[in-house]
């Protein structure tokens, strides 16, 4: 007799930690490479394009992440498939880190004008990494019961965030700006995330346990056509999920946003706010610990409150930060007015920073704690692959229409878009009950196969 979701035993301390450990290494990837250092490089020294305010650059840059995603969205939910009847859940997460490694090291070789080679690079590391993603989290509905896996992915997000303090504080300390005039110096971000990465996830192939069990082929089946018979057996019962179909419309609509902030965020201090190197190193630092404190603070809050109210709270507190990068330029001349001061905008587009990073950590680890209450554990790497696949298609979405909004209009009025994105998020979430979600996961898991 299978035992009930309810009374899954709670992993080793070991194993979470273990598994969070993946989040703490692949944090080098997303804040080097996707966020602060290396879109910075490829847009304002690798493409230039300086005469036409960098669009062309961060045309570029869209499409590259953009591609990357949606190669995700093809692949993402068949793996899932495969390895939830495979069981080879560790087999995949770790060709994936190969991958994301080699990738990211040969970033050392773009130079000022290889573009075509930038990215390339970007989408094949970028796509390695973000399938990864699917992987490990699809590890979460093993590692406890329901009531504790919002303390379990609010630990896995803060970890992460402390591991990009941890891996950035060598690049700002040794390798310096992402300038021309520093090229030779900071090119060396790509092996370094690569060698962070490589190094910290070991304790994950270590400690992790493989969850489930490798079922027999049927004759003339392979892993590859059952993964797609799974799949199809899915898409007749979606019905049978209708809070986890409709959570993921609403997280489609919430990460095409959080991607914006995750793409622009560093260019817009850049481009727009025209920030100092201080305050740009603050901004780093200020969203790293606020974005870690958010996720452990909120992780234990979702297990109270609901997951589901949390993911809202989370997205408000996205909605006015947004508002507020928008107009951090006239809220900076109310202040001043006001007030009799003399504020520059960096420093209040720094103070929009604390609501940005207490909103970042904290939405994503409540959304994958939700999709861990939705999925049975037979499912999880498959409805993992759902949520990896909604996420990616939103990154394609948000990305590409933030893109060419802003070769349009340009970067700051296009940032409306993102707040209209969040908006959206919310008024779908209301739709989902996650308590009738939950008990839809715990009949197929106490009765399915």
Request: charged letters at 15%; glycine letters at 10%; hydrophobic letters at 55%.
């Amino acid at each position: 007799m299978r035992r009930a979701r309810k009374e899954t035993p709670r992993a080793s301390n070991k194993e979470i930690f273990g598994w969070a450990m993946f989040d703490f290494a692949n944090q080098a990837y997303t804040l080097l490479i996707i966020t602060v250092i290396f879109p910075v490089l490829f847009t304002t020294v690798i493409v230039g394009d300086a005469d036409n305010d960098f669009r062309l650059g961060n045309l570029l840059w869209s499409i590259a992440l953009s591609v990357s995603y949606f190669l995700v969205v093809l692949s993402g939910p068949i793996f899932g498939a495969i390895m939830d009847y495979s069981a080879l859940k560790k087999k995949f997460l770790f060709y994936s880190y190969l991958l994301t490694i080699f990738a990211t090291a040969l970033l050392y070789f773009v130079e000022p004008g290889l573009v075509v080679l930038g990215v390339i690079l970007i989408i094949i590391s970028n796509f390695a990494y973000s399938i990864g993603e699917n992987f490990i989290a699809s590890f979460l509905p093993s590692l406890g019961p329901p009531r504790d896996l919002g303390k379990i992915s609010g630990f896995g997000w803060a970890l992460g965030y402390i591991g990009g303090l941890v891996a950035a504080g060598f690049v700002i300390v040794y390798l310096g700006d992402a300038t021309a005039e520093n090229f030779e110096r900071i090119r060396w971000v790509g092996p370094y995330a690569a060698l962070f990465f490589m190094l910290t996830a070991i304790p994950t192939f270590l400690w992790v346990k493989e969850p489930g069990a490798r079922k027999e082929l049927p004759a003339g089946e392979t892993f590859v056509s059952m993964g797609f018979k799974r799949l199809g057996d899915t898409m007749k019962e979606i019905g049978e999920f209708r809070d986890l179909a409709i959570f993921l419309i609403s997280v489609f609509f919430a990460m095409a946003g959080i991607y914006i902030v995750i793409s622009f965020a560093f260019i817009y201090g850049d481009q727009v706010v025209k920030w100092n190197e201080t305050v740009r190193v603050l901004m780093f630092v200020v969203v790293q610990i606020t974005a870690a404190i958010g996720a452990f603070s909120f992780g234990f809050l979702q297990d109270r409150i609901g997951a589901k109210t949390t993911y809202n709270i989370t997205l408000l507190l996205w909605f006015l930060g947004v508002l507020g990068i928008w107009a951090v330029t006239d809220i900076t001349d109310w202040i001043n007015l006001t007030f009799s001061t003399e504020f520059e905008a960096q420093y209040v587009f720094l103070y929009i920073g604390i609501i940005a990073g207490l909103s970042l950590g904290s939405s994503q680890s409540a959304s994958r704690a939700l999709v861990g209450l939705f999925s049975p554990e037979q499912k999880s790497a498959e409805f993992f692959g759902f949520w990896g696949l909604s996420n990616k298609i939103a990154g394609v979405f948000g990305i590409i229409g933030l893109g060419l909004l802003q070769a349009e209009f340009g970067l700051q009025q296009s940032v409306l878009f993102c707040a209209f994105l969040f908006l959206i998020a919310i008024v779908v979430c209301l739709f989902v009950d996650q308590h009738r979600g939950e008990k839809a996961a715990d009949w197929y898991h106490d009765n399915r196969e």
